[in-house]
Nanobody
Framework: QVQLVESGGGLVQAGGSLRLSCAAS????????LGWFRQSPVKEREFVAA????????YYADSVKGRFTISRDNAKNTMALQMNSLKPEDKAVYYC??????????????????WGQGTQVTVSS
């Protein structure tokens, strides 16, 4: 069993930065591909970024490429999402998620088994 808890959301002006964190419990955290997703009131939950268990593979949605950076620290059971140059369209609830299938890198939300409760990010124009 893995529990994921996000933090770091808040209100920021357009062009600003926020750093989201995801803390995990469970000894198998380091075995999983981890991902960030987001959901706004007008969109379905969408993929943001994913990172493999060994940090060898990283994958971003085109909408955030060059602005967001995903990272993880397996020793601390944490993952982060550094978000720079934020835009009003980045406003959403951000979720961290874990994919239990070893070696898979996926942007499909249905492939992720464990989910956090989400943290709200609001970007003012």
């Amino acid at each position: 069993q893995v529990q994921l808890v996000e933090s770091g959301g808040g209100l920021v002006q357009a062009g600003g930065s926020l750093r989201l964190s995801c803390a995990a419990s469970g000894r198998t955290f380091s075995s999983y591909t981890l991902g960030w997703f987001r959901q706004s009131p007008v969109k379905e939950r969408e993929f943001v970024a994913a990172i493999s268990r060994s940090v060898g593979n990283i994958y971003y949605a085109d909408s955030v490429k060059g602005r967001f950076t995903i990272s993880r620290d397996n020793a601390k059971n944490t993952m982060a999402l550094q978000m720079n140059s934020l835009k009003p369209e980045d406003k959403a609830v951000y979720y961290c998620a874990a994919d239990t299938v070893r070696g898979r890198m996926t942007d499909r939300r249905g492939d992720y088994y464990y989910w956090g409760q989400g943290t709200q990010v609001t970007v003012s124009s």
